[in-house]
């Protein structure tokens, strides 16, 4: 395991946070536009998300390698990835559900209907018109998810014949030309540019299979950094405006150079502690991506009662104040995070993964 990517995947799970704390207190609901300086501050956030699309197409692929041409192995490699997935997932959705349904606002977000529900738990695509608006119900974050299990099962074909990724390949030609699927839910799911950050990690792990150092890794890094604070930059000085389309591959080509860079430092000898706060805050980043906006709903009410009860978001004071406020919520969400990695998904995780092999999962 690279250190320094999971810490990486900590820096990229703490931007989202930072995002989506920012946003909810701006919301009409609680602090409205006296939190507009620190959304925009944070408005960099989801470039999180290409990040964590390009590591995963990188790590599953690089991990999985050795297997691909050896159809005996796609057992095991789809029961461990859906062990990394699923159980704390559902436990997620689970709390989330059981916390909706408790007030009449909340319980929009629940699915309306059976097949809903067994598309939200089994994370397949569904339309944006979902509950939730992100086509991932109660959970909307997990709508990540759900390329992350296409791309699980893109990856199976290849344990069986390398030559059958040409299919999933050609299939995404296709419907990005031609609308193979249609113009509707999958036509959009499946041309989605981050398709292509999955593409793009599992390229980088091929490109660089052989533990060499590179000469100028440490160039690479820097480089790196200073175009996405140039990115984050734009961020902030478009703030409000729609989306381009080339911030994703942007943030992507990025992220790409950021991880091909650390690798071969760590190929090199350089490497971060295990102890590392920011490792171990990787190695949790999987439940603060899930947990963060449950944890979030409830202390925006209180960050909002904090603020209107001292009329403090009517001062000079107010930008710090809600900034320090956001702060405190990510560091809240880091918390509850923490302590669910610990005590619920590592014991979940080592278990099931015993189980696994003691039933022959490879």
Known sequence: MYLSLQACRALA?????????????????????AADFVARLFSFGDAGVPFFFVLSGFIVTR????????????????????????????????????AASLLPHTRVVLPHDALTLIKSLLLLPQAPSAPGDTGAPVVFVAWTLQYEMAFYAVMALALVRRWLLCVPVALYVLNRQWHAFGD?????????????LLAMGAALAMLTRTRRP???????????????MALAVWDMQTFGDPDYHWRVLAYGVV?????????????GGWALSPDHLLVRLGNASYVLYLIHIPVLSPLCKLVKAAFMHTGAHQTALAT????????????????????????VE???TRWLNQVINRNGGK
């Open 13 to 33: 799970a703490l931007m989202v946070v930072c995002l989506h704390a920012s946003n909810n207190l701006r919301n009409e609901l609680y602090l409205g536009h």
């Open 63 to 98: 991990v999985h390698l050795q297997d691909f041409d050896h159809p005996a192995r796609v057992k095991g490699y789809l029961l461990k990835r859906a062990t990394r997935i699923y159980p704390v997932y559902w436990l997620v959705f689970a709390l989330t559900c059981a």
């Open 184 to 196: 509707g839910m999958l036509q959009h799911f499946f041309t989605n540019d981050l398709v292509i």
């Open 214 to 228: 590179m000469q100028h890794a440490l160039a690479l890094c820097l480089c790196a950094a200073l175009a996405f």
């Open 255 to 267: 992220s790409a150079a950021t991880i091909w860079g650390l690798v071969r430092m760590e190929d």
């Open 320 to 343: 710090p104040l809600i900034l320090g406020a956001t702060l405190l919520m990510v560091l809240a969400s880091c918390a509850v995070a923490w302590l669910f990695h610990r005590h």
């Open 346 to 348: 590592q014991p979940i």
